[in-house]
């Protein structure tokens, strides 16, 4: 079985280009437009993977990952988390929130197979 | 099946983000110090910012990233929103457009910041990023690790054994753990990560790939690294592997990174996921398929009526019901929202308040009213006529409103509503009103009127429609409406409207637009005369009363019809349309309006409701007058589709010409 | 003149004749009024038997109705109109002569009336002429050339030129 992993970013030509990639790469992706949607989708499915946007409308991406976080069958479940500049600070409180890791846009398809292998470690 | 293509994608996601900044900022120049639209307008930027660096906008994005940190700094409470900066702002979102559509003028950006740079303090430098010493330093013959991972590592998603994997995989290695740190059974939280680990990496391994291995935890992890042997052989290492680089990034700058947002989003949002995108020509070409189906349906019906075939019926009435069904699926299809064309005019305004020297407000109404989207794309170019005749002629200087008594600023409104099978579009000023004095001036230099000739105030105004009235002369100065008036009406016409003017010298302008909601398939009511068969659209329909035959003996010579104590004008249609043959015993009589006045049309016969698909006149009879369309009836046959509102025009015509002989 | 503006409508060839290299030209005939009539067999779509004309009140006599041709409203053009002849009731033998004129921006279809088509003839300019300014009872404009086939003189219309005043009737609105 190829690992699922759920998108969020309320970007669709992100979304998109995401999923081109990792489909691409064997993986089985599943789209999610903002965090309120990505946390549903989550809840309501165990993904192996989640790569989410941080700023995002409705619910932003820190308050998706510490949400998923208080779940317990989300515990464990690697959270990579996309941002435009690199900032300490929103670093330190994803990473607080519970995030795995990071990617900072802009990004080619091979750094996000390349973070995504790294994180689920195949 | 097209092929998916995220850079289109991200054109037209673009030209979306930029509607809505501009549609933030607009409302920002009345809001300077509203927090939700500064984050709306910089959420909007730092979005197109970073997608547009992913899909090789490189310029828009580097144009982006400087407007984006004016408004960070404003939402920092670093620096004040002012209404330049808006407007530098709003100058930037053109060019940021130009730049998406790639035909920006690079000129024209360069101006822009410019004046961004005037409008917000001078940026603050930002603190300079820390050279990084990315693999240039000398390799070693290995090195001695001992680390520790953060305790919620594995609870935050961290797969230990894949870093120790990645260790291994950078050279010779080995690995002990420590578990001096585990405490008693009791006290231990299952997903806490509490071993600790030492090992020997030998091999020519660069630091900076020991630093990759742990990149998302290695600020919080405890990790010590030292040289296996002093002796540091001068080798030159290997690059660091550029795969991690993104995530790597934010070591080279500390800048301003949003703070988490959760301001409320003013836009509307469905869930993008549950939305598909299809082309508007797809939707067409479904609807003239539907446009088919409900010919060769109505046809079936028919054949099933004629017949005594109770199944046949059965399964005519279900293709009937499934038809109809499938039509009005189709038609919300087709439906938007009035409020993205409304949109579209806050900008104009603000425009053409700069331009004009005016205050002017634009207050909307009703943005939820649904309109078929081709015809929100044809209402478009009249309304913008009509918006900027209003500010342009319509609406005083603040000097002249201020003399009059009026508050400085003129307002503009635009409100729609649904009423029957119609929306109801409203473009209302509260200017100086139409001169009528200048009017019949124009009117009679232009030989619309004879000098001196009785008009009444409907007819005189009407005039501002005339063709000849906009083609005469200059057009400076003229109070009121006038400018190409009459392409608006002939374009609402062609979009089966009306349109109608409403003025009160001094206290403003009313234009009302009847659109249909649709232009595809309306229900008509098909009546005979003579022998051929005409569609009335059943919007436009009040009544149906019988013409006994003495009523048509005594209104014979006169065309006027007591209706409920209320004189109405009717037209004989079998005369208008010159029909031979012998009048029914019965005639009939349908009371059609649109605005405010009914017209009766004396018809042979009501055959009944019909849905009729709309098919468009050819060229040669489209100017006609008397017709709006045509449709294909159930026998194949062909009905023409009365076009109802020059058929009032018409009445209203007889009825002055009666009254005057009165 | 290689095309002419009507009604603000741009019908393209329909005034010039587009003689090929060998001077010669691929036509459809048919009979009008006792007269024989050509027009360019590429303009033509199809020729059918005549269908339930639907009357258009108020519209010139040269296209006074309109007909569905396979789900689409075709105007009814009767050239007889145009050159003066005598309506006259139709035989088994009438038809309907479906041509496509190209018009700026979309392709307009037209039925011609026919008493009868004849059929695909090639003309040669060799023997073709302008139309006598003298001894023909119709309007020199809506002839483009008369060309001599065999025994018969065949007329090659000029369409724009006869349905121009169509438009110019209704063009403006009401």
């Keep these: ?122 | 099946m097209s092929i998916e293509d995220p850079t289109a994608a991200f054109r037209v996601e673009a030209r979306e983000l930029l509607d809505q900044v501009e549609q933030a900022l607009l409302d920002l120049t009345h809001r300077l110090d509203d927090p939700a639209l500064i984050d709306s307008v910089f959420r909007g930027l730092h979005t197109l910012k970073g997608s547009g660096a992913m899909f090789g906008f490189d310029a828009l994005a580097a144009f982006t990233h400087h407007i984006e940190s004016a408004f960070d700094r404003v939402r920092k409470g670093r620096a004040r929103a002012t209404l330049e900066l808006v407007a530098t702002a709003l100058a930037a979102r053109d060019h940021m457009r130009a730049l998406v559509e790639g035909d920006a003028v690079p000129q024209d950006g360069a101006a822009i910041l410019v004046r961004l740079a005037a409008a917000v303090d001078a940026p603050r430098t930002e603190p300079a990023a820390p050279p990084r010493s990315a693999g240039r330093e000398a390799a070693t013959s290995g090195w001695r690790l001992s680390f520790r991972l953060p305790r919620a590592a594995l609870a935050h998603g961290t797969n230990a054994l894949a870093l120790l994997d990645e260790l291994r995989a950078l050279g010779d290695c080995t690995l002990v753990a420590r578990r001096d740190m585990i405490p008693p059974l009791d006290q231990l939280a299952e997903r806490d990560c509490l071993i600790a680990w030492d090992a020997e990496l030998r091999g020519a391994v660069p630091r900076a790939a020991i630093d990759d291995v742990f990149l998302f935890v290695l600020d919080d992890m405890e990790l010590s690294v030292t040289p296996l042997a002093s002796a540091e052989a001068p080798t030159t290492a290997t690059e660091v592997t550029p795969v991690l680089e993104a995530a790597r990034e934010h070591e080279r700058s500390a800048a301003d990174q949003p703070a988490p947002d959760t301001s409320g989003e003013r836009r509307a949002r469905v869930a993008q996921g549950e939305l598909v995108r299809v082309p508007a020509a797809r939707l067409d070409t479904l609807m003239d398929r539907v446009g088919e189906l409900v010919i060769a349906q109505s046809r079936l019906s028919q054949l099933a009526g004629d017949r005594h075939d109770l199944l046949l019926r059965s399964v005519a009435e279900e293709i009937e019901r499934l038809a109809g069904e499938l039509r009005d699926t189709m038609m919300v299809l087709r439906m938007v929202p009035v409020a993205s064309l409304f949109g579209r005019f806050r900008r104009l305004v603000h425009d053409l308040a700069r331009e004009t020297g005016k205050a002017i407000a634009l207050e909307t109404a009703g943005e939820s009213t649904e309109i078929d989207k081709s015809v929100g794309e044809r209402l478009f170019d009249p309304l913008v006529h009509i918006v900027r005749n209003a500010c342009d002629h319509g609406l005083e200087p603040p000097d002249e409103r201020i003399a009059f008594g009026k508050g400085a600023t003129g307002t503009i409104r635009l409100a729609a509503h649904q009423a029957g099978g119609a929306a109801v579009i409203t473009i209302s000023d509260d200017g100086r009103g139409v001169s009528r004095a200048r009017v019949r001036a124009k009117a009679e230099a232009s030989g619309l009127v004879a000098p001196g000739e009785v008009l009444s105030d409907a007819a005189l105004l009407a005039l501002i429609f005339h063709p000849g009235f906009s083609t005469a002369a200059a057009v400076t100065n003229l109070s009121g409406r006038g400018v190409g008036m009459d392409v608006v009406k002939r374009e609402i016409e062609r979009l089966r409207g009306t349109i109608e003017l409403v003025s009160t010298e001094g206290a403003g302008t009313s234009i009302t637009l009847r659109i249909p909601l649709t232009l595809a398939i309306i229900d008509g009511l098909l009546v005979r005369v003579g022998t051929a068969c005409y569609v009335i659209p059943l919007a436009a329909v009040e009544e149906c009363l019988e013409l006994s035959a003495e009523e048509d003996r005594r209104s014979l010579g006169r065309s006027l019809i007591t209706l409920r104590d209320r004189l109405v004008p009717f037209l004989r249609l079998r005369e208008l349309f010159a029909s031979d043959a012998p009048p029914d015993a019965f005639q009939k009589i349908v009371v059609v309006a649109t605005g405010r006045e009914p017209v009766g049309l004396v018809v042979d016969q009501i055959v009944g409701s019909h849905q009729t698909v709309v098919k468009a006149l050819s060229p040669f009879h489209r100017g006609i007058g008397s017709f709006s369309g045509a449709t294909i009836l159930g026998d194949g046959g062909v009905a023409l589709i009365l076009d109802v509102a020059q058929l009032v025009a018409l009445g209203q015509q007889i009825e002055a010409a009666m009254e005057q002989a009165a | ?174």
């Design chain 1, 1 to 122: 079985m190829s690992a699922s992993i759920l998108t969020v970013d309320d970007s669709a030509s992100l979304r998109m280009a995401i999923r081109i990639a990792l489909t691409g790469a064997g993986y089985t992706v599943t789209e999610a437009c903002d965090g309120a949607d990505g946390l549903a989708r989550a809840t309501a499915t165990r993904f192996d993977l989640i790569v989410t946007d941080l700023n995002m409308p409705n619910m932003d991406g820190l308050s998706m990952i510490r949400a998923l976080r208080e779940q317990p069958a989300q515990a464990g479940v690697p959270i990579i988390f996309l941002s435009t500049e690199s900032d300490a600070e929103v670093k330190a409180q994803a990473k607080a929130a519970g995030a795995t890791g990071w990617l900072v846009k802009p990004f080619e398809p091979e750094q996000l197979i390349r973070v995504v292998q790294k994180v689920l470690g195949r």
């Design chain 3, 1 to 174: 003149m290689s095309a002419r503006s009507i009604g603000g409508w741009l019908v393209k060839g329909s005034a010039a004749i587009a003689w090929d290299a060998h001077g010669e030209l691929e036509v459809l005939t048919f009979d009008l009024g006792g007269e024989r009539f050509a027009i360019e067999a590429t303009l033509v779509r199809e020729i059918v038997e005549l269908l339930p004309e639907t009357a258009v009140p108020g519209a010139p006599a040269l296209v006074g109705a309109v007909v569905n041709h396979r789900g689409r409203i075709v105007p009814v053009a009767d050239l007889r109109a145009a050159f003066a002849m005598v309506a006259a009731p139709p035989t088994v033998e009438s038809r309907l002569v479906v041509a496509e004129l190209a018009l700026d921006d979309e392709t307009l279809l037209l039925a011609l009336r026919a008493d009868r088509v004849r059929e695909v003839v090639t003309l040669a300019e060799a023997s073709s002429g302008d139309a006598p300014s003298v001894g023909v009872r119709w309007p020199r404009a809506y002839m483009r050339r008369l060309v001599r086939s065999g025994d018969d003189v065949i007329v090659l219309p000029d369409l724009a030129a006869i349905l121009a005043p169509a438009f110019d009737d209704t063009g403006v609105g009401g």
